[in-house]
């Protein structure tokens, strides 16, 4: 009996010593799961969690991590946790991508509202991909980003859930900012409008910001600009950054410069384009001559989405108008000729005739400043004016009228009209001078 009762207490003894033996894994994790919180948002931000790795514990409790979504380089979840910044940058990249090739499904949602940071729960150990969407926001591009929940282990041997991180996301500004000048180092215009004249050079300026990718593989970053009717590209003027660069010049004179190149060298950073262009346009135009730049670039690093960002520069031209009347400013008067003269009063830059309603158009389109017209030739019976300065600006009214009196040649009002009473006497006047004249030569020899 005595010997019964050792055995039974051994084999107690030992199956005691064989639980306190087990791993702690044997005590469950927080049903609650772990959380994170995503920050640097914006109102309106959709945010979707990809769940791509998980973390385990085994029975022998260790913890075992294994990719949910396996990414195409073969490289482990240590792998992640190992590599540099940039290493793990690569590898978010290749998750992104793998995440949207193979459609997976979030884990969870949440629409950013009154705040600017997400704070998601109940999630199983292991690292998420963070995806941030707003339709209404075409400027932002998010660094692709995994967040981790971890776990830790207690006093007892068990794991538990870490403290929950805050991760701010990493986004780019991109923008797009176009101006124009009338001399090379001038100041761009960009808010108001730049006044240049027929077969005068526009220094156009275009400035973008360039995203901040992970990676710049495979990513688009180009700036499309269509220049107006009436202003052509001067061939060989384009520089990026100073340095010489031929542009993309498609059907109807659209101009392509493609970027993708600074994408890694000047991530962040604003690359200028400098080109001039040669308004060869005669008539000006109502509210100037207006045209968009537009930045295309990639939404992101993992589908062939894209977005655009534009800005819009005004070339503006004034134009002058005469309407020629007679005296009593009322009668229009045809035939006048007027010399459209430039800044300085020395070069013609146009010539025109008054119409049968007494108007004319000068197809020279003008900067602001102050030029001058001169009447070359009146109407019969009117005398020329004296020369008009006429100052005009190049804004939104394209076209400055000048209404000028021709005065009546009083001078010229004195001479007979042919055929009229006048001339006869004029005629009989002059037969008898004549006439006496040679009677008094057919006397002197007469005489002699």
Excluded: C
Excluded at 102 to 131: H, N, R
Excluded at 177 to 195: F, Y
Excluded at 378 to 406: C, F, H, M, W
Aim: charged share 20%; proline share 3%.
């Amino acid at each position: 009996m005595v010997r019964k009762l050792r055995s039974l207490v051994a084999v107690a003894f030992l199956a005691l010593l064989a639980a306190a033996l087990l791993p702690s894994a044997a005590l469950a994790l927080d049903a609650k799961g772990g959380s994170l919180t995503v920050s640097n948002l914006k109102e309106g931000d959709t945010v979707n969690l990809y769940q791509v790795a998980s973390v385990t514990v085994e029975d022998d409790n260790t913890l075992n991590k294994a990719w949910v979504v396996t990414p195409t380089s073969g490289k482990t979840v240590d792998d992640y946790e190992k590599a540099d910044e940039t290493g793990r940058k690569s590898i978010a990249n290749d998750l992104a991508s793998k995440v949207f090739s193979t459609s997976v499904t979030p884990v969870a949602t949440q629409k950013v509202t009154g705040t600017t940071s997400a704070t998601f729960s109940g999630l199983d150990a292991g690292l998420y991909y963070v995806s941030v969407s707003n339709a209404d926001d075409v400027s932002r591009v998010y660094e692709n980003t995994l967040v981790p929940v971890n776990l830790k282990a207690n006093s007892d041997g068990s794991w538990g859930y870490d403290e929950a991180l805050t991760v701010p996301l990493k986004s780019s500004n991109v923008s797009i900012l176009k101006g124009a000048a009338t001399h090379e180092n001038g100041a761009h215009e960009t808010q108001t409008q730049t006044g240049v004249s027929t077969s005068g050079t526009v220094f156009y300026k275009i400035d973008v910001v360039v995203p901040n990718y992970n990676g710049a593989e495979n990513r688009d970053f180009l700036v499309k600009d269509k220049l107006p009717d009436g202003i052509e590209y001067i061939a060989g003027t384009m520089k990026v950054n100073g340095t010489a660069k031929d542009p993309v010049i498609s059907t109807g004179g659209n101009i392509s410069v493609d970027l993708a190149l600074y994408l890694a060298s000047s991530a962040g950073q604003t690359v200028s384009i400098t080109y001039q262009a040669k308004l060869t346009g005669t008539a000006p135009v109502e509210n100037g001559r207006a045209n968009t730049a537009t930045l295309v670039f990639s939404a992101n690093s993992y589908d062939s989405t894209q977005k655009t960002v534009s800005d819009s520069v005004v070339v503006a031209n004034a134009g002058i108008k005469i309407h020629k009347t007679a005296e009593d400013g009322k009668t229009a008067l045809q035939g006048a000729e007027f010399q459209l003269l430039d800044k300085d009063g020395t070069t013609v830059l146009d010539t025109k005739t008054t119409d049968a309603d007494g108007n004319l158009t000068f197809d020279y389109a003008l900067a602001s400043g102050t030029y001058t017209i001169k009447e070359t030739k009146a109407p019969a019976g009117y005398s020329l004016v004296e020369n008009q300065s006429v100052p005009v600006e190049a804004r939104n009214n394209a076209y400055k009228t000048v209404d000028i009196i021709d005065p009546k040649d009083h001078a010229a009002g004195l001479l007979p009209t042919t055929g009229g009473t006048g001339t006869i006497a004029i005629t009989v006047l002059g037969v008898a001078v004549i006439a006496g004249t040679a009677a008094l030569i057919v006397r002197g020899r007469r005489q002699d």
